[in-house]
C-alpha cells in the first residue's frame, strides 16, 4: 500500500464511522416511524410471500424461511449428520456423507445457487458447496431433502461453488486452497514455485433428473480462488472467479497475501473450454471422488469413480483472462442484463465494474496485456472497466441487484449495505447493516429476472442485537424493504449456524409443487413393504431382517426376538399416505443410532446390533394420532 | 284416457327420450354420490365418490384415510369390494338406457310412463339400499375397537351434513346422481307437455 492509498483509507475510515454514527440513529428513527412491523406480520393461517434458503456456513445444513415474516419452517440436512431425523446415520442416508476420506459427517456450507431456466429461477433444485471436504449436494425442491452429493477431486476447499450457469448446464467449483495437484509432500515454501495449483471443476447437471457429473477440469494458477458468478444473456458462454493471494504468500497471509495492488477476476470461457474437451485437448488426469445420490424411490447409490479429464490453458488458447482488480477482490456478481462484472474488493477503495462489452473488444488485442500467468492473458485494468464506484464504503463484499437498474453492496468492515445506480456508479443511500455483513440476498437477485422486493443482509455479529445468550451469539439476518426509492429496514432475525448466501425465491414457484408423500406404490426399496400383509421376520445366519410396517398407531410386527449378538436391520415402511403423517422409530439405549423420521410411503433402515439379553422397548417418536402413546413394542433379546 | 296411453309420442319429444337415455351414458363416467369429511386435522378435507360400480377417494388417497380414520372407531373398512351392489348397478343404468332406446322406435306415452315408474322404483330401492348401507356401517362397529362413545353411531347422512365426534360428514348427489334426476324431471316435462296437447285436442 503506498501513502497516499494509506491516507486514503484512513480518511475514509474516519468518514465512514461518522456516516455510520449518524445513519445508525437515522436508520432507527426510520423504522419507527414507519410501519415495519405491519410489512413483516403474517397474519394466523396466511402464507408468507418468499421462501428464504439459508446456507448454516459452518453447521453444514441450510434453514427453509418464511419472507417477510422470517419465520423458521425448516431445516435440510446437506452435508452433516441431523440425529432429529437420521439424516446421516441410517443404511440409506449415511452413504451420503462417504467421501474418499471416508464417512465426513460435516462440513461447512458457504453458497446456495438456484437451478435456473434462461437465467430465471426455475425452481427445481438449490445447490451447496461443502467447502471443507470438496463437495458439492443437490437438494430437491419438491422433497426439500438432499439427494446427491459429489466429491469434487483435486480440489482443496470447495470454496468458488457451485455457481451455475444461465440454464443450469454446469455448476461451477473452484478451489479456495491450492495444493499439489496430484499430492505429494512437498515443502510448504514451495507455493511460491509454483507446485501449488488451483482447479476450476465443470460439473454437469442433467436437465431432466438433476443428476451430477464431472465433466473436466482446467488446472490454474496457484492462487486462492473465491467466489464466482456465470454470465448470463450476452455473456451467457462466460463465469467469473475472483482469486486473492495472488502474492502466493505460504506465512502470515494476513499481511502477505494482500500486498498487491491488484489480484484478479479470472473470466473463464466454459462454452470454449468444452469444445476443447470436445476436441480431445483435455488429458486423463488422476483424482478419485464418490458420487452419492437418491434415485427417485431407492436407497442411495454411492460410486467411487477414477480419474478426471484435465484441461491445461496452453492447450485451449480464449478460454481464460485475468482481469485485475483491486484490491483482495471477494465477491464477483453479474448485473442481470449480463453486462457489469462487479468485483468486490474486500481491501479497496472503490467498487470496479467490468464492462463485458469491452472485454470482448479488447481481450484479444496484444496492445491490452500487461502479461500472461500460465499462458493466461492478464488484461489492462482499464482496458475493461465499466466505472468505479468510488468511495463507497470499507471492506464491500458481494453484490445483489434489484432488476431497476440499481446494485446493493455488502460492506464488511464498515456494517453496512450500500445502494448505487449502475451506470452512473452514484451511491444513493447507506443502510447500517448489524454488525459485519457478508452475503446480501435479493429475490430472484443473481437471476435475470430480480423479483426485487425484499433484501436480506446476512451479518456474522449481533452484539447487542438479542438477549446474551453467553458468549456466543446468534448469528443474524436483517430484512429490508427495497420496493421504495430508499430502501427500509424491516426487520432483523436470528439464524441457525452463520448464514452465509441465500437464494430467495418467490413462494408461488414452489408451494404448490411441495411434495405430500411419497407414494406407496412407487417405492422400489428392496426391503420395502407394501401392506402389513408383507411384514415379516427373516433370519439369515447372524443377520436379522425386520420387515416392518407402521401406520397409526401401530408397528408390524410388534413384538420381535433376537439372540444377543444378531445384527439386526430394522427395514421400516411407513404405510401413511396421508400429508404430514411421518412416523418416527428409536430403540431404547441404541448405540450409534438416533431417531429415524420415515417420510409416508418411505422405507429407512435402523441397524442394531443386538446387545446384552434382556427386554428393550422401541417406540414412534413423532406424535402421530390419538393412540400415539400406545405406538411401542419391545424387542427380546435371548442369550 | 287409455286413448292418452296409448298416443305415439310427438318427434320433439321422441328425440328428447333418446336424448335423456344417452345424457345417462354420462352417468357411467361420472360419480353419482359424494360423501364429504371435514374434521380440524383436515383443513383439506376427505372425500369419498360413489360411482355406479364403485367407491373410491376424492384424492388418490383418500379413501385409505378415511378408512384409517374409521378405524379408531371400529368401523368396517370401506372397499368396493365388499358392496355387492356395484356389480348389477351398471346393469340397472344399462337397464335405463335401453328402455330409453326402445321408446325411441316404440314411441309411446305408456312406455314413458313405465320410464318414470322404473325410476321412482329403482331410486327407492337406491335410497333405501343406500341408507342401509350407511345404517349397517354406521352401527355395526367393532366392540374392540380403541374409541369407543357410549350410544355415539356414525350413520353419515343421506342427505345434508351431520357432526359426528369433531368430524362433519355432509352427502350430495354428485354430477352422476344429478344426471339421474335430470332424467326423471325430463320425462315428468315430458309427460305434461303430452298431457296438455292431449287436452288441447293436437
Known amino acids: 500500500m503506498n501513502y497516499k492509498t494509506l491516507i486514503k483509507s484512513v480518511l475514509l475510515i474516519i468518514v465512514g464511522t461518522t456516516a455510520l454514527a449518524f445513519c445508525k440513529k437515522g436508520a432507527a428513527t426510520a423504522t419507527l416511524a414507519s410501519d415495519a412491523a405491519k410489512k413483516v406480520y403474517v397474519a394466523p393461517g396466511e402464507k408468507d410471500e418468499v421462501y428464504a434458503f439459508l446456507s448454516g456456513g459452518f453447521n453444514g445444513q441450510m434453514s427453509v424461511y418464511g419472507i417477510p415474516s422470517a419465520r423458521l419452517f425448516k431445516i435440510i440436512p446437506v452435508f452433516s449428520v441431523f440425529p432429529e431425523n437420521g439424516y446421516g446415520y441410517d443404511e440409506e442416508t449415511k452413504d451420503m456423507l462417504k467421501t474418499t476420506h471416508g464417512y465426513v459427517p460435516w462440513d461447512d456450507s458457504h453458497h446456495v445457487e438456484a437451478s ?6 426455475d425452481g427445481r433444485w438449490l445447490f451447496l458447496n461443502a467447502n471443507n471436504t470438496p463437495r458439492l449436494a443437490r437438494i430437491d425442491l419438491k422433497a426439500f431433502e438432499t439427494k446427491e452429493i459429489l466429491e469434487i477431486p483435486n480440489s482443496a476447499g470447495n470454496h468458488a461453488s457451485p455457481f451455475a450457469t444461465e440454464n443450469t448446464e454446469y455448476l461451477m467449483a473452484a478451489t479456495r486452497f491450492s495444493v499439489p495437484i496430484p499430492q505429494s509432500s512437498v515443502p510448504i515454501e514451495n507455493f511460491s514455485k509454483g507446485d501449488f495449483k488451483g482447479t476450476v471443476t465443470m460439473v454437469k447437471v442433467e436437465p431432466k433428473t438433476g443428476r451430477l457429473s464431472i465433466e473436466l477440469q482446467v488446472l490454474v494458477p496457484g492462487f486462492d480462488y473465491d467466489l464466482s458468478h456465470c454470465g448470463k444473456g450476452k455473456s451467457h458462454d462466460w463465469c467469473f472467479f475472483t482469486s486473492y493471494n495472488t502474492e502466493q504468500a505460504h506465512k502470515m497471509l494476513e499481511v502477505g497475501a494482500s500486498k498487491n495492488d491488484k489480484d484478479y477476476i479470472l473470466a473463464f470461457n466454459w462454452v470454449r473450454a468444452k469444445q476443447c474437451l470436445d476436441q480431445g485437448k483435455a488429458t486423463a488426469h488422476s483424482g478419485e471422488y464418490y458420487r452419492n445420490y ?12 477414477s480419474g478426471v479429464k484435465m484441461l491445461h490453458p496452453k492447450d485451449c488458447s ?48 496484444p496492445e491490452h496485456r500487461t502479461a500472461e500467468i500460465m499462458n493466461i492473458p492478464v488484461l489492462k485494468y482499464e482496458s475493461t472497466l465499466a466505472g468505479e464506484v468510488k468511495k463507497p464504503c470499507l471492506g464491500p463484499l458481494h453484490t445483489e441487484f434489484d432488476g431497476q437498474g440499481y446494485a446493493y453492496t455488502s460492506c464488511f468492515v464498515s456494517s453496512e449495505v450500500v445502494k448505487w445506480e449502475l451506470g452512473t456508479w452514484e451511491v444513493v443511500q447507506h443502510l447500517p447493516a448489524y454488525y459485519s455483513v457478508g452475503h446480501l440476498s435479493i429475490v430472484g437477485g443473481s437471476s435475470k429476472e430480480p423479483y426485487g ?37 424491516l ?25 405430500k408423500i411419497y407414494p406407496l406404490e412407487e417405492n422400489k426399496h428392496p426391503y420395502g413393504i407394501k401392506s402389513e400383509k408383507e411384514a415379516r421376520v427373516v433370519r439369515e445366519g ?97 442369550p | 284416457m287409455k286413448s292418452f296411453f296409448l298416443r305415439k309420442l310427438n318427434d320433439k319429444n321422441r328425440l328428447l327420450v333418446i336424448g335423456v337415455g344417452l345424457v345417462l351414458v354420462g352417468v357411467f363416467f361420472t360419480p353419482i354420490w359424494h360423501i364429504s369429511l371435514d374434521a380440524p386435522q383436515y383443513p383439506e378435507g376427505l372425500g369419498m365418490q360413489i360411482w355406479v360400480n364403485r367407491v373410491v377417494g376424492s384424492t388418490p388417497y383418500d379413501l385409505k384415510n378415511i378408512n384409517l380414520l374409521n378405524h379408531y372407531i371400529g368401523m368396517q373398512e370401506i372397499a368396493s369390494e365388499s358392496i355387492p ?29 313405465l320410464g318414470v315408474f322404473n325410476f321412482a322404483v329403482l331410486g327407492a330401492v337406491g335410497f333405501y339400499d343406500f341408507w342401509r348401507w350407511e345404517y349397517n356401517y354406521g352401527h355395526n362397529l367393532n366392540p374392540e375397537a380403541p374409541i369407543v362413545v357410549p350410544g355415539m353411531v356414525y350413520q353419515p347422512p343421506l342427505l345434508g351434513c351431520k357432526e359426528m365426534l369433531n368430524i362433519t360428514a355432509c352427502s350430495y348427489p354428485s354430477i352422476g346422481g344429478m344426471i339421474l334426476f335430470a332424467a326423471v324431471f325430463t320425462l315428468l316435462f315430458l309427460l305434461w307437455t303430452e298431457r296438455r296437447r292431449f287436452l288441447d285436442g293436437i
Open chain 2, 85 to 113: 351392489e356395484l356389480l348389477f348397478m351398471p346393469y340397472v343404468l344399462g337397464y335405463l338406457i335401453f328402455g330409453a332406446l326402445v321408446t325411441f322406435f316404440y314411441p309411446r306415452i305408456w312406455m314413458v310412463c
Open chain 1, 116 to 121: 435456473m431456466t434462461e437465467g430465471k429461477q
Open chain 1, 542 to 638: 447372524n443377520t436379522v431382517r425386520v420387515y416392518m410396517s407402521q401406520i397409526r398407531s401401530h408397528f408390524k410386527p410388534d413384538t420381535i426376538e433376537v439372540k444377543r449378538g444378531d445384527t439386526v436391520y430394522f427395514h421400516i415402511t411407513n404405510l401413511e399416505q396421508d400429508f404430514d403423517i411421518p412416523h418416527g422409530f428409536a430403540v431404547s439405549g441404541a448405540p450409534e443410532m438416533p431417531n429415524l423420521l420415515i417420510m409416508p410411503g418411505q422405507t429407512r433402515t435402523f441397524k442394531w446390533k443386538a446387545p446384552n439379553p434382556g427386554i428393550y422397548p422401541f417406540y414412534c417418536t413423532d406424535f402421530c394420532s390419538a393412540l400415539h402413546q400406545e405406538m411401542q413394542q419391545y424387542i427380546r433379546v435371548t
Open chain 1, 453 to 489: 422486493k425484499y433484501l436480506i443482509a446476512l451479518n456474522k455479529i449481533t452484539k447487542d442485537r438479542y438477549l446474551p445468550v453467553g458468549m456466543e451469539l446468534p448469528q443474524s439476518a436483517q430484512l429490508y424493504d427495497i420496493s421504495g426509492r430508499k430502501a427500509e429496514l
Open chain 1, 491 to 515: 426487520s432483523d432475525f436470528p439464524t441457525v449456524g452463520e448464514p452465509h448466501y441465500s437464494q430467495m425465491i418467490p413462494a408461488k414457484l414452489l408451494m404448490d409443487k411441495a411434495a
Open chain 1, 294 to 305: 437418491l434415485p427417485e424411490n431407492k436407497p442411495v447409490v454411492s460410486e467411487k469413480i
Open chain 1, 318 to 365: 480464449g478460454m481464460m483472462y485475468y482481469l485485475p482488480t483491486p484490491k483482495s477482490p471477494h465477491g464477483t456478481d453479474v448485473d442481470p442484463t449480463g453486462e457489469y462484472i462487479v468485483g468486490g474488493g474486500k481491501l479497496a477503495t472503490v467498487i470496479p465494474v467490468h464492462s463485458f462489452t469491452k472485454l470482448m473488444e479488447v481481450k484479444d488485442k
